[in-house]
T-cell receptor, first 115, second 113 residues
């Protein structure tokens, strides 16, 4: 069965420091992979997605992610975090069938920013 | 343009009450999804519509959960005889076509006392 693992429940980084959030997936075929961000009281916002092609994907707000098939990973990175990046981050994979593309989410990583 | 909207944003129900949660998708979006997000967890798939047809309801946790989208636009998720374990945020998402991004609404936070 398809699954997504985010091993870090909570991460705290200093403002201006670099960030890497880990994500591992289990999926037999070529996955469609996503990172979403959820701020308190807000809906899920798509940061970036990978369908095929270049394995380094650029997203909004200065985020990027790299698909590594050999490691079944899709880690999210940002070179310098801002206080406004504090939120919950979800890695996700789409299970594509002929009639649906339902998303399977990881359990999330909560990011806190130290002033 | 307008995004996905959901109402109410917050709902408190006494155990045993029925509730109805509404989702207004982005105009023209064919696909509509419902997800349930328990506290501290990622969202979990409940059900999926393509236009008015409910093509997948494999994620509905019990027969107390029922969803409809009669005219292929607005959708309602109904929970009968609510239980405390139903307390969660219910998210709706719409999608233009299968390969497109799913756009999420702000969710309805349901608390069952």
């Amino acid at each position: 069965a398809q699954s997504v693992t985010q091993p870090d429940i909570h991460i705290t980084v200093s403002e201006g420091a670099s960030l890497e959030l880990r994500c591992n997936y289990s999926y037999g075929a070529t996955p469609y992979l996503f990172w979403y961000v959820q701020s308190p009281g807000q809906g899920l916002q798509l940061l970036l997605k990978y369908f095929s092609g270049d394995t380094l994907v650029q997203g909004i707000k200065g985020f990027e992610a790299e698909f590594k098939r050999s490691q079944s990973s899709f880690n999210l990175r940002k070179p310098s975090v801002h206080w406004s990046d504090a939120a919950e981050y979800f890695c996700a994979v789409v299970t594509s069938s002929s009639s649906a593309s339902k998303i399977i989410f990881g359990s999330g990583t909560r990011l806190s920013i130290r002033p | 343009g307008a995004g996905v909207s959901q109402s109410p944003r917050y709902k408190v129900a006494k155990r045993g009450q029925d509730v109805a949660l509404r989702c207004d998708p982005i105009s023209g979006h064919v696909s509509l999804f419902w997800y349930q997000q328990a506290l501290g967890q990622g969202p979990e798939f409940l059900t999926y519509f393509q236009n008015e047809a409910q093509l997948d309801k494999s994620g509905l946790p019990s027969d107390r959960f029922f969803a409809e989208r009669p005219e292929g636009s607005v959708s309602t998720l109904k929970i009968q005889r609510t239980q405390q374990e139903d307390s969660a945020v219910y998210l709706c998402a719409s999608q233009l076509t299968q390969r497109d991004t799913q756009y999420f609404g702000p969710g309805t936070r349901l608390t069952v006392l």
